[in-house]
């Protein structure tokens, strides 16, 4: 990826606690029977630093998905 290149990454996401949320029942699905989890956005802007790559806009959709746009840092 060059230094203008952006990265999309297309994921569901936490949203604040005690919000309702769909990405929550999948989180607990996913924990139970895979042993993963679903992330914040906190939570990904820190793997994207983790790569050198700067989490610079989310969007959200009309589903339980977030488009998330990242770029290097």
Known sequence: MGEKGKLL???RMIGPPNQPSYALIVDLT???EHGGL???QKEF???FHQAG???VRVIDTDSSFHIMEAMAA
Do not use: Q
Request: no cysteine; aromatic share 0%.
């Open 30 to 32: 996913v924990l139970v």
């Open 38 to 40: 679903e992330r914040s």
């Open 45 to 47: 802007e820190t793997l």
């Open 53 to 55: 790559l700067k989490l």
């Open 9 to 11: 990454v297309i994921d």
